[in-house]
């Protein structure tokens, strides 16, 4: 079965800090980009990072360039995403995404995992 599975979201003060992780299983998980999105109440989904495959490169939202860091462990089929400097604009529910082309072509998302900043 293809899987993302996320964790390590919760409750932060401003300023603290949240290690994000996603599993992912069912698929050859080193063939593909893979990034997060994040969900606001009352908001659209946004991108936040994502992590090429084939050279490493990353990108990031402006929000929070500078902030957070994705990075992955290929032989455990894992993507982390290191938040530093949280701030309460950064609540919101974060999933893990990529887009898969076997089995496939279909886009994979995880169930999300509720990160909460208090002020």
């Known amino acids: 079965e293809v899987q993302l599975v996320e964790s390590g979201g919760g409750l932060v003060q401003a300023g603290e800090s949240l290690r994000l992780s996603c599993a992912a299983s069912?698929?050859?998980?080193?063939?593909?980009?893979i990034g997060w999105f994040r969900q606001a109440p009352g908001k659209e989904r946004e991108g936040v990072a994502c992590i090429s495959n084939n050279d490493g490169e990353s990108f990031y939202a402006n929000s929070v360039k500078g902030r957070f860091t994705i990075s992955t462990d290929y032989a455990q089929n894992m993507v982390f995403l290191q938040m530093n400097s949280l701030k309460p604009e950064d609540t919101a529910v974060y999933y893990c995404?990529?887009?898969?082309?076997?089995?496939?072509?279909?886009?994979?998302w995880g169930q999300g995992t509720q990160v909460t900043v208090s002020s």
């Open positions: 995404h990529t887009f898969i082309q076997i089995p496939g072509p279909r886009d994979v």
């Open positions: 069912g698929f050859t998980f080193d063939r593909y980009a």
